[in-house]
């Protein structure tokens, strides 16, 4: 079977968005995808998109999905890639897709110069925490992430 990964275009947004719509379901959070194709054209494929994408094909027909974008640590003097999405058709799974965009990620990050390659897991996935640190990733225990969203975002703001 031939993989291939390619960047996504604008054409792919209906196809980005039911991924995504696909990867929400899968963690038990559908009700939180506020977007549509038209969001997902305007954002990620904006002349000023801070983010990419990179599509995943198996033999012609997409599989799978990657959004990743490039951040900054002040301590490395470098950038780092942060994966924001990666998420493979269930019936995929298993055959080197997922391997294969973290592979081509991780080189695109090397080539890049960057210092870092990091994304989230959500603590209950085992089967992605097993798999990530098959591949060498190690988790950052150290660290909570925070998030302001939603009103506690705009109160904030308005401040």
């Given at each position: 079977?031939?993989?291939?990964?390619?960047?996504?275009?604008?054409?792919?947004?209906?196809?980005?968005?039911?991924?995504?719509?696909?990867?929400?379901?899968?963690?038990?959070?559908?009700?939180?995808?506020?977007?549509?194709?038209?969001?997902i054209c305007a954002s990620l494929?904006?002349?000023?998109?801070?983010?990419?994408?990179?599509?995943?094909?198996?033999?012609?027909?997409?599989?799978?999905?990657?959004?990743?974008?490039?951040?900054?640590?002040?301590?490395?003097?470098?950038?780092?890639?942060?994966?924001?999405?990666?998420?493979?058709?269930?019936?995929?799974?298993?055959?080197?897709?997922?391997?294969?965009?973290?592979?081509?990620?991780a080189r695109l990050a090397v080539?890049?110069?960057?210092?870092?390659?990091?994304?989230?897991?959500?603590?209950?996935?085992?089967?992605?925490?097993?798999?990530?640190?098959?591949?060498?990733?190690?988790?950052?225990?150290?660290?909570?992430?925070?998030?302001?969203?939603?009103?506690?975002?705009?109160?904030?703001?308005?401040?």
């Amino acid at each position: 079977m031939n993989l291939h990964i390619r960047p996504a275009s604008a054409d792919d947004a209906a196809l980005i968005l039911r991924f995504i719509t696909d990867l929400a379901i899968y963690e038990k959070a559908e009700h939180e995808v506020k977007t549509d194709a038209a969001g997902i054209c305007a954002s990620l494929f904006a002349a000023d998109s801070s983010a990419q994408a990179l599509i995943c094909e198996r033999d012609g027909q997409p599989i799978g999905y990657a959004v990743y974008f490039f951040n900054y640590s002040t301590w490395l003097g470098k950038n780092g890639l942060y994966l924001e999405d990666l998420y493979v058709d269930p019936a995929q799974r298993g055959t080197g897709a997922g391997k294969a965009l973290l592979r081509h990620l991780a080189r695109l990050a090397v080539d890049k110069g960057c210092g870092r390659f990091e994304w989230a897991v959500l603590d209950w996935n085992q089967p992605a925490i097993d798999f990530y640190e098959s591949l060498g990733a190690r988790p950052q225990s150290e660290w909570t992430t925070y998030r302001l969203a939603g009103q506690a975002l705009l109160d904030l703001a308005a401040d």
